[in-house]
């Protein structure tokens, strides 16, 4: 139980466009999301709070225009990065907040999906 | 602020002997900790988190954490390490339960036979 999936796993795009990348929480549901970056050989940062419903909280320094945020439904939230650029490749990684007691796995716990890895050439 | 330090960006050990990754925490509130792991290009499993219940937790794979708050230390330990185990382990710090974590910067695990 508690899995969260990511999609695309990779994606290699053109300067100047923009991506998306999805993330589900597949067996639960989730109001609160998190989207973190992961630099190589780094640790993950904090990039926004996604919120079922309502309008994502952006970290000091991220740019909300350019990392869009959607959090439509309780098992998907959306982060399109807009007319990217090769320094926003990087290692997108979403976790999704466990509130329900269903499953033995710890509630009240942060589950990550696997990642998706944008390159911007 | 709360922020979370790892020492040792790097530990090796051999296969069997005891591994040992080292956090200590900053905050202003009782905290709530964990650990989790990352295989390469991967994203992370929870090993194991402390919220103010028994002050040892144990985690998955055999690994547990000593929460001692007077040394601000939440320390991982497992008494005999698997090649498995090679991975990077991260710290993390929150404030609340289900809140935005605040990581450490990871401790690359080696485990040579």
């Known amino acids: 139980g508690a899995v969260v999936s990511q999609h695309p796993s990779w994606v290699i795009c053109k300067s100047g466009t923009s991506v998306k990348i999805e993330c589900r929480s597949l067996d639960f549901q989730a109001t609160t999301m998190f989207w973190y970056r992961q630099f190589p050989k780094q640790s993950l940062m904090l990039m926004a709070t996604?919120?079922?419903?309502?309008?994502?909280?952006?970290e000091q320094g991220v740019e909300k225009d350019k990392f869009l945020i959607n959090h439509a439904s309780l098992t998907l939230s959306t982060l399109t990065v807009t007319s990217a650029h090769p320094e926003d490749s990087s290692f997108y990684i979403c976790s999704a907040r466990l509130t329900s007691a269903a499953f033995s796995a710890s509630t009240d716990t942060q589950y990550f999906g696997p990642g998706t890895r944008l390159t911007v050439l | 602020a709360q922020s979370v330090t790892q020492l040792g960006s790097h530990v090796s050990v051999s296969e069997g002997a005891l591994v040992l990754l080292r956090c200590n925490y900053s905050s202003s509130v009782p905290p709530y900790l964990f650990w989790y792991v990352q295989y390469p290009n991967q994203g992370l499993q929870l090993l194991l988190k402390?919220?103010?219940?028994?002050?040892l937790v144990k985690g998955i794979n055999g690994f547990e954490a000593e929460f001692k708050k007077s040394e601000t230390s939440f320390h991982l330990t497992k008494p005999s390490a698997h090649m498995s185990d090679a991975a990077e382990y991260f710290c993390?710090?929150?404030?609340?339960?289900?809140?935005?974590?605040?990581f450490g910067k990871g401790t690359t695990l080696s485990v040579s036979s």
């Open positions: 996604s919120n079922e419903g309502s309008k994502a909280t952006y």
């Open positions: 402390y919220t103010s219940a028994a002050t």
């Open positions: 993390a710090v929150s404030d609340q339960a289900g809140t935005a974590l605040i």
